[in-house]
């Protein structure tokens, strides 16, 4: 009997994990959720991990691992997205499988969901369906997730509104672009938002906006990519660009959708500098500090009228 879920710390906790714990919570199951990542969690993860896999998925299984024995079950949902043209990438598409079978030793309990565009089917439908699984009646489940639901919702509108503040201020203002995983995550991306910090630049997220209107704005970027995330970030980088000095671009090793995108959206930007990371397994942020304090040097003297001048 399923009393504890364990929701490992990785991969789309950041982007919907406010959601998720709130509607067990609410149908009275206990959350625990593994600890901030670090070089360990990583390192652990990527033992388990084929060479080729991208570095949040490996920090995913280390975060999996470090859930065994504390919970009755892991929740691994997967997601293939609800559109036809905002699909998540391929790794979440089998996520539990993959995870199942890395752990066919442990036999580490999953419980999962189905996100799954070719099903034509809506959120709430698949909450449903997790309650079903969870022995909850419909009802029940209705009422945790519309009140779940409007827990994120309020979560995402305050860093919206914090940033927008943000905005305002006078400084240095660097947008931190990428995967919410990627950025939030604080062996990978907080470490780079503690960099520009130290510099004294304020840092914008990709992922701290309005996320329909970024969907519908990134359909004048393109009409036909596919991914979902990469479609937040563009559509955001459109509205966030207009308050900003430069943009960093951040993507995690070996990542397909970034490989096209990024490359697409630096060709595309014209009118601000871009710095573009890519972080591995190896290096994590290490030897990024000078490129940032490069970076941040070129954008002062273009803000102050570009090299030559006396400031
Ligand atoms: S989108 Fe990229 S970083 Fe994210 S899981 Fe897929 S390959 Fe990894």
């Given at each position: 009997?399923?009393?504890?879920?364990?929701?490992?710390?990785?991969?789309?906790?950041?982007?919907?994990?406010?959601?998720w714990?709130?509607?067990?919570?609410?149908?009275?199951?206990?959350?625990?959720?593994?600890?901030?990542?670090d070089?360990?969690?990583?390192?652990?993860?990527?033992?388990?991990?084929?060479?080729?896999?991208?570095?949040?998925?490996?920090?995913?299984?280390?975060?999996?691992m470090?859930?065994?024995?504390?919970?009755?079950?892991?929740?691994?949902?997967?997601?293939?997205?609800?559109?036809?043209?905002?699909?998540?990438?391929?790794?979440?598409?089998?996520?539990?499988?993959?995870?199942?079978?890395?752990?066919?030793?442990?036999?580490?309990?999953?419980?999962?969901?189905?996100y799954d565009?070719?099903?034509?089917?809506?959120?709430?439908?698949?909450?449903?369906?997790?309650?079903?699984?969870?022995?909850?009646?419909?009802?029940?489940?209705k009422?945790a997730?519309?009140?779940?639901?409007?827990?994120?919702?309020?979560?995402?509108?305050?860093?919206?509104?914090a940033?927008?503040?943000?905005?305002?201020?006078?400084?240095?203002?660097?947008?931190?672009?990428?995967?919410?995983?990627?950025?939030?995550?604080?062996?990978?991306?907080?470490?780079?938002?503690?960099?520009?910090?130290?510099?004294?630049?304020?840092?914008l997220?990709?992922?701290?906006?309005?996320?329909?209107?970024?969907?519908?704005?990134s359909?004048?970027?393109?009409?036909?990519?596919?991914?979902?995330?990469?479609?937040?970030?563009?559509?955001?980088?459109?509205?966030?660009?207009?308050?900003?000095?430069?943009?960093?671009?951040?993507?995690?090793?070996?990542c397909?959708?970034?490989?096209?995108?990024?490359?697409?959206?630096?060709?595309?930007?014209?009118?601000?500098?871009?710095?573009?990371l890519?972080?591995?397994?190896?290096?994590?942020?290490?030897?990024?500090?000078?490129?940032?304090?490069?970076?941040?040097?070129?954008?002062?003297?273009?803000?102050?009228?570009?090299?030559?001048?006396?400031?």
């Open positions: 009997m399923i009393q504890t879920i364990g929701i490992p710390g990785g991969l789309m906790i950041h982007r919907d994990g406010v959601l714990k709130n509607f067990f919570e609410q149908l009275g199951f206990h959350c625990v959720t593994s600890r901030k990542s070089r360990q969690i990583l390192e652990q993860g990527t033992e388990r991990a084929v060479d080729e896999t991208c570095l949040p998925f490996k920090m995913y299984l280390g975060h999996v470090e859930l065994m024995g504390k919970c009755d079950a892991v929740f691994i949902p997967r997601m293939g997205g609800f559109k036809t043209r905002e699909k998540m990438c391929t790794r979440y598409e089998a996520l539990p499988d993959l995870v199942k079978n890395i752990f066919r030793d442990e036999q580490i309990p999953v419980l999962t969901v189905s565009w070719y099903d034509r089917t809506t959120e709430e439908k698949v909450y449903l369906e997790l309650g079903d699984k969870l022995g909850k009646t419909k009802k029940e489940t009422k997730y519309i009140f779940a639901k409007k827990q994120q919702e309020a979560w995402l509108k305050s860093r919206e509104k940033q927008n503040q943000l905005m305002e201020k006078e400084g240095t203002k660097v947008v931190l672009a990428g995967h919410p995983y990627v950025l939030h995550d604080a062996y990978m991306g907080g470490e780079l938002a503690r960099i520009l910090e130290k510099m004294g630049a304020s840092v997220y990709t992922d701290y906006v309005d996320r329909d209107s970024a969907l519908k704005k359909y004048d970027f393109s009409r036909v990519m596919p991914w979902l995330i990469n479609r937040e970030i563009i559509g955001a980088l459109m509205a966030l660009r207009k308050k900003a000095d430069g943009i960093v671009l951040v993507s995690a090793y070996p397909g959708p970034d490989a096209l995108v990024n490359d697409m959206l630096i060709r595309r930007i014209k009118d601000l500098p871009v710095l573009s890519t972080l591995d397994a190896q290096s994590g942020t290490a030897g990024v500090e000078t490129r940032i304090e490069s970076f941040i040097d070129i954008i002062k003297y273009q803000k102050a009228g570009g090299y030559g001048t006396k400031n």
